[in-house]
Nanobody, 122 residues
Framework: QVQLVQSGGGLVQAGGSLRLSCAASGRTFSSYVMGWFRQGPGKEREFVAAIRRSGGSTDYADSVKGRFTISRDNAKNTVYLQMNSLKPEDTAVYYC???????????????WGQGTQVTVSS
């Protein structure tokens, strides 16, 4: 069992930056693939980014590639999402997630954070 607690987020102007954090409980954090998802107003939840166990491999949705960076600190049991050059269409509730299987990283997550609001004003 993994518990995920998110922090960060808030209101920012277009072009600005924010960093989201997600702290995991337990001593097996390094064995989980970690991901970030988001759900915008009136939209379905969508994949944003993922990072494999060692942090050596990452994957990004096309909409955020080049602007967002996912990273992890296994010593701190924490995964981060650095968001730069934010756009109004990035407005959403952002969720971190964890999965035990090191397979396809865009779905199949077992554990979810509580969600955090990111609002980008134009």
């Amino acid at each position: 069992q993994v518990q995920l607690v998110q922090s960060g987020g808030g209101l920012v102007q277009a072009g600005g930056s924010l960093r989201l954090s997600c702290a995991a409980s337990g001593r097996t954090f390094s064995s989980y693939v970690m991901g970030w998802f988001r759900q915008g107003p009136g939209k379905e939840r969508e994949f944003v980014a993922a990072i494999r166990r060692s942090g050596g491999s990452t994957d990004y949705a096309d909409s955020v590639k080049g602007r967002f960076t996912i990273s992890r600190d296994n010593a701190k049991n924490t995964v981060y999402l650095q968001m730069n050059s934010l756009k109004p269409e990035d407005t959403a509730v952002y969720y971190c997630a964890a999965k035990a299987y090191n397979d396809y990283v865009r779905s199949g997550y077992d554990y979810w954070g509580q969600g955090t609001q990111v609002t980008v004003s134009s």
